[in-house]
């Protein structure tokens, strides 16, 4: 009986304690020129780290649970927030959670701008921590956030200079 309980305490500590053993920090631009590649090469419980800098594209987590951040997130000085920019270059919303995203996913110490909308949320539930959203646009609701059928975190951000006509 003994032998059975240390062999099931064993198991579950390598269930729980394994996938943070092997988490992988993604440096982009260094690994992956955007952070769509790096977020694509994700695995769960993995850190894309994103250096400062303007990159135009408009990323979705695609069901990983990840964080994503700049170096806000290792050195929480503030100054990176606004020095490292996700910009939607107004084609389409800037940061997708549309896959079953728990809270694990994370976004921290980034400025979302310039997209038809700047952060969405479906059916997921995100942190959204830390970051700026500004100068977004949509035709009806939600231009800085929206979300439907989701619960996310949300805390600590600025969200201004939105705008939605509708």
């Known amino acids: ?20 053993l092997f988490a992988t920090i993604i440096n982009i631009p260094d690994d992956y020129p955007t952070i769509q590649e790096g977020i694509d090469a994700s695995e769960n419980g993995d850190t894309v780290l994103v250096q400062p800098g303007t990159y135009v594209e408009n990323i979705n987590f695609n069901g990983h649970n990840i964080v994503l951040g700049s170096l ?11 020095a490292t ?21 994370v976004i921290t110490g980034f400025t979302i701008q310039n997209g038809y909308g700047g952060v969405f949320c479906h059916n ?5 921590r830390n ?8 035709v009806e609701n939600g231009a800085g956030i929206h979300c439907r059928r989701s ?13 939605a006509w509708g």
């Open 1 to 20: 009986m003994r032998f059975f309980t240390l062999i099931t305490i064993t198991v579950i500590l390598i269930v729980v304690i394994s996938p943070v």
């Open 151 to 163: 619960n996310p975190l949300i805390i600590y951000n600025k969200i201004w200079k939105n705008r």
């Open 131 to 138: 970051n700026i959203v500004t100068s977004n646009f949509v």
């Open 124 to 128: 997921s539930s995100p942190t959204l």
């Open 85 to 105: 920019i996700i910009d939607g270059d107004g084609a389409g919303t800037v940061v997708r959670f549309e896959n079953e995203e728990d809270i694990t996913a």
């Open 72 to 82: 806000f997130l290792t050195t929480g000085d503030t100054l990176y927030i606004s």
